[in-house]
């Protein structure tokens, strides 16, 4: 009979404790290799550092993967649902409310190797056929040049579609020298830089306060804190880590 | 004239309660507001303080604004002056979107509790801060969808667009560009071109003018505001292009109206900016009854905003 009362008492233990520990539904756009999918679950250095700070201030997180589109109509109307590493849209943050930066991103043209030269102003896109990741930031910067191009509903299609030539210029924030073997037959270079932009953890607007609060505390240096450079060296990604904290000022710990 | 009932406002659980008693003195609240040469502006100011004058006992209040949309500096005197005269709240409609945010922290530190209206401060420097700003708006994005889906159900498909949006620094600025960017898409049509008008007539006479010597095959420009749809009216009339070139506005102005009516522009939208007024100082009076902390505040209350155009 004892064993029944202490079986009791355990699970009215688990139990409070779950109670205290606020858990968020966080969706999240695959964004290889940051963001990836492992045995039908989200996975990769974003998913595994964020998973950490969270829970460093007592955040429990669960995870569903979601294309972004839909993501960032879910996040408007799901209570305590959060997008990790959604871009920033100045619409959008009507909204919903952009809670912390996690990622600078760069934002750059690609060709396929030696059908372009290289670049140096965005005027020279107005020549080509032009593919584009559908990015507000990026939309205003090629609207404002007045360049046409294609918006791409799907990024991590993009760079398939620049090597099966349909168009003569990707723009996107995928980098192709972190995806592409090298065995691969129509490489692709980077011709142009256009911009740094930043991804973010974007929530729900009711979001409660000390839940909110902790998430803030939790993204001072995004997913690349201190405590998760061991996730950044496990996914071979370190050089990513350092120089992500070396652009953000704050030197990585050795 | 036909309105279409585009965004309901969520509910307002928080502003159910529109009386409260205070044990001394009323609470002074401060509205700091943009362009007073503009008639939006105007109007929010009215429904402010037709709301003050309706409930004496609950407040204090004070309206002002700068002459110039973009008068950052004449804002943030404003707010200084303010605070040395010991305010509870300040509801800001801020004339730039990062630039205000300093004297806005100021003001939290000086124990004011500020409230963001109408156009939101950057989500992007207030995490950076760490420091919550309610927003009591429009989903200006939603309103701009519901404009430019009406102009371009007008044009064919391929057609080529302009738009004139107010200041870079205005986050309902950007919105509203990005609205009409999203109906333009969807009806397969492409933006020709971008440029600021400022929120000004004049400023959009000048960008409408630009863009159309660009792109002489432009059939439509809209506009990020009333003011600059007049302007845009003005310079499609001096190229002799009035009813080639589609115009649409934002804000539903009183001086708006009779183009509306004579269809020189098709259509704008309705943010109800003395009803935004009014749900910023119960949003205020509300917390300051409550002692509710600044980082306890909701993160937007979501106000209407509707389409009009000629029946």
Not at chain 1, 9 to 30: K, Q
Not at chain 1, 31 to 39: A, D, E, K, N, R
Not at chain 1, 120 to 135: C, F, K, S
Not at chain 2, 113 to 119: S, T
Request: aromatic residues 6%; contains cysteine; proline residues 6%.
């Amino acid at each position: 009979m004892k064993w029944m009362i202490f079986l009791l008492w355990g699970c009215l233990l688990t139990g409070s404790s779950w109670a205290a520990s606020p858990v968020i539904e966080v969706y999240a756009d695959l964004y290889p290799p940051f963001i990836i999918l492992q045995g039908g679950q989200l996975s990769g250095p974003y998913i595994d550092a964020f998973t950490q700070l969270a829970k460093e201030q007592g955040i429990d997180v669960h995870y569903q993967a979601m294309p972004v589109r839909r993501l960032m109509k879910r996040l408007a109307v799901q209570p305590n649902s959060c997008g990790l590493a959604v871009n920033f849209a100045p619409g959008e943050a009507e909204t919903i409310r952009y809670i912390g930066r996690v990622a600078p991103i760069t934002l750059a043209v690609y060709a396929r190797a030696g059908t372009v030269g290289k670049m140096v102003n965005l005027e020279q896109l107005r020549q080509y056929r032009v593919g584009a990741i559908d990015v507000a930031e990026l939309n205003e910067l090629l609207d404002n040049a007045a360049i046409r191009y294609e918006p791409l509903a799907k990024a991590g299609n993009g760079i398939a579609m620049l090597q099966a030539n349909r168009f003569d210029l990707l723009v996107s924030d995928v980098l192709p020298e972190l995806l592409m073997a090298k065995s691969e037959r129509v490489t692709i270079e980077r011709v142009m830089v256009l911009a740094r932009v930043e991804r973010w953890l974007a929530c729900h607007p009711e979001l409660s306060p000390a839940t909110l609060n902790g998430l803030r505390k939790a993204l001072p240096v995004g997913v690349f804190a201190d405590s998760v450079q061991g996730i950044w060296s496990r996914y071979g990604l370190l050089p990513v880590y350092d120089q992500v904290r070396r652009e953000w000022g704050t030197p990585a710990p050795h | 004239m036909k309105w279409l009932r585009l965004w309901c406002c969520l509910p307002l659980l928080l502003l159910t309660q529109s009386s409260w008693v205070w044990a001394s003195d009323p609470p002074a609240v401060a509205i700091v507001l943009k362009s007073m040469q503009n008639e939006f502006f105007v109007q929010m100011a009215d429904g402010a303080k037709a709301y003050a004058s309706a409930h004496p006992e609950q407040l204090r209040l004070t309206v002002e604004g700068v002459k110039a949309e973009t008068d950052v500096s004449g804002q943030e005197l404003i707010i200084r002056r303010l605070l040395e005269q010991k305010i509870d709240a300040l509801i800001i409609v801020p004339t730039d979107s990062v630039a205000m945010l300093p004297v806005l922290m100021q003001a939290i530190a000086a124990g004011v509790l500020v409230i963001n209206m109408d156009n939101k401060l950057d989500d992007r420097a207030l995490a950076l801060e760490g420091v919550n700003i309610p927003f009591v708006g429009p989903s200006n994005f939603a309103g701009a969808r519901s404009v430019g889906d009406f102009v371009a159900k007008k044009l064919p498909a391929g057609s080529r667009v302009g738009l004139i949006e107010g200041p870079p620094g205005s986050i309902n600025a950007r919105a509203r560009s990005d609205g009409f960017r999203a109906a333009l898409r969807s009806a397969g049509l492409s933006v020709a071109g971008i440029r600021s008008g400022y929120w000004d007539v004049e400023q959009g006479r000048l960008a409408a003018a630009d863009l159309l010597q660009a792109e002489p095959g432009l059939r439509a420009l809209l506009c990020g505001n009333d003011n600059m749809a007049i302007g845009a009216v003005q310079a499609v009339a001096a190229a002799g292009k009035q009813g080639q070139v589609l115009i649409a506005g934002y804000d539903h102005i009183p001086g708006i109206r009779r183009y509306i009516q004579d269809g020189r522009v098709l259509a704008t939208a309705d943010q109800y900016p003395n009803r935004q007024a009014e749900y910023a100082i119960e949003l205020a009076l509300h917390a300051l009854a409550q002692g509710t902390k600044q980082a306890d505040l909701p993160g937007i209350v979501q106000t209407p905003v509707q389409l009009v155009t000629l029946p």
